[in-house]
């Protein structure tokens, strides 16, 4: 059976001699691991399009294991200027550690394949752009959640519905935040400030490359990062990023 498909490669792995194991998040079926035969020799024909960032045209085919084989590879977008700005790598690295934890085979997620392409190519002319990363990162983690189920309700209060208070806090159990009257809800709630729940709408009801002019207060922006950190911890259950350990160890 063969499939043609448009992805992102998400990781590129040693496999066996000359053979690389790639984790690849497809438009038509989700996230897959395929085998590239060869990859690894010098003249292979899918060196260029098999690399983390890599954004291709691949054909795959299933033989009787459950592994899919790659068979060709046309890449579109190389995303090469990532790599060159270690920010951008680190980050990019983190976005793609992220795909890979909510993905599924099999599953298509249709907008978070467009976000992570506009992400990517943001990150990828970053130079050219004036834009906060930090800010960025944001962005792409609340619609990330959002996309895979994940939304937090933060335009009212997750358990009552009522809106408009100025004490808020932040439920990683409940999803969302509360009013102070059902801060009884979860003792473990965070404390959260009005403009913080304000940004959090804002970057989930626009679109990514919208928000490249807004300017965000470092203070406002670390409130908001603890607060989805933890929340993704609580229900990706995904509690450490590689490229993240990388970042704090410069
Ligand atoms: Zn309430």
Do not use: W
Request: aromatic share 10%; charged share 25%; proline share 2%.
């Amino acid at each position: 059976m063969l499939i043609k498909t448009e992805g992102f490669v998400l990781k590129n792995k040693k496999y066996g001699e000359t053979d690389s194991m790639l984790t690849i998040f497809t438009r038509k079926i989700g996230k897959i691991n395929a085998i590239a035969k060869g990859a690894r020799k010098p003249k292979s024909t899918f060196l260029a399009g098999i690399q983390p960032f890599c954004y291709s045209d691949f054909v795959f085919y299933k033989g009787k294991s459950s592994l899919y084989n790659l068979s060709q590879c046309d890449a579109r977008e190389i995303f090469y200027c990532i790599r060159e700005d270690l920010d951008a790598l680190t980050y990019g690295a983190y976005l793609l550690e992220l795909v890979e934890a909510v993905t599924n085979e099999g599953q298509t997620n249709n907008r978070l394949f467009n976000l992570l392409g506009k992400t990517l190519s943001m990150l990828a002319n970053k130079d050219q752009k004036d834009f906060e990363l930090q800010t960025v990162v944001r962005a792409f983690e609340v619609n990330l959640l959002a996309y895979s189920g994940f939304k937090p309700h933060v335009h009212s209060c997750v358990n009552c519905n009522q809106s408009n208070f100025k004490q808020i806090k932040f439920s990683h159990e409940e999803g969302g935040i509360l009013c102070p009257k059902c801060f009884t809800v979860d003792p473990f709630a965070s404390k959260i400030s009005e403009t913080t729940v304000r940004l959090a709408n804002y970057l989930l009801n626009k679109d990514i490359l919208e928000i490249q002019k807004l300017k965000v207060n470092e203070a406002l922006n670390n409130e908001l990062k603890l607060i989805l950190k933890k929340y993704i911890m609580v229900h990706i259950n995904k509690y450490q990023f590689k490229s993240l350990d990388m970042l704090d160890k410069l």
